[in-house]
């Protein structure tokens, strides 16, 4: 188990890699990824580049914990491999890190000046809630899009 949200998929699929990257690339747009879904057909904003994409989920309103969808399409004899990984952006990574330091530098600071254990031990439970919202969170937001890159793939 790691301490920052990421979940890694595999999809054996009986279709050429042609064609599935095609559809992905179908409801793919290169455009922002926060915009009203004036154009229904896209799904994803992102970008495919040869066997590779990386894509998210198109939202209406904010949302830090969407999976970035990093992806690769491997041909085979009988079809292709699908090789996902969802992890949360990089700038969303970045602050849970910062946040977390933050947070146990503080723990460890105030425990020290003021001689008690309670204080770190507040900031413990403290970053361990912070990292439960990120996973639940991650979590819901992940089975959305794993759903909707399902109905696209097969």
């Given at each position: 188990m790691t301490?920052?949200?990421?979940?890694?998929?595999?999809f054996v699929l009986t279709k050429p890699a042609l064609e599935i990257l095609g559809k992905v690339s179908s409801v793919t747009s290169s455009k922002l990824l926060l915009?009203?879904?004036?154009?229904?057909?896209?799904?994803?904003?992102?970008?495919?580049k040869?066997?590779?994409?990386?894509?998210?989920?198109?939202?209406?309103?904010?949302?830090?914990?969407?999976?970035?969808?990093?992806?690769?399409?491997?041909?085979?004899?009988?079809?292709c491999i699908v090789l996902v990984k969802y992890k949360l952006f990089p700038v969303t990574k970045m602050f849970l890190i910062f946040w977390s330091f933050f947070i146990v530098m503080i723990g460890i600071f105030t425990s020290y000046q003021y001689q008690s254990i309670i204080y770190f031990l507040f900031s413990a439970i403290l970053l361990g809630v912070v990292h439960w919202v990120t996973w639940s969170n991650f979590k819901i937001q992940l089975k959305v899009t794993r759903q909707t890159l399902l109905e696209v793939i097969a």
């Open positions: 301490l920052l949200p990421e979940h890694y998929e595999t915009q009203n879904r004036e154009a229904p057909h896209y799904l994803f904003s992102g970008w495919i040869g066997d590779h994409f990386r894509i998210a989920i198109k939202i209406n309103r904010p949302n830090n914990y969407i999976p970035l969808v990093i992806g690769r399409v491997e041909s085979t004899s009988s079809g």
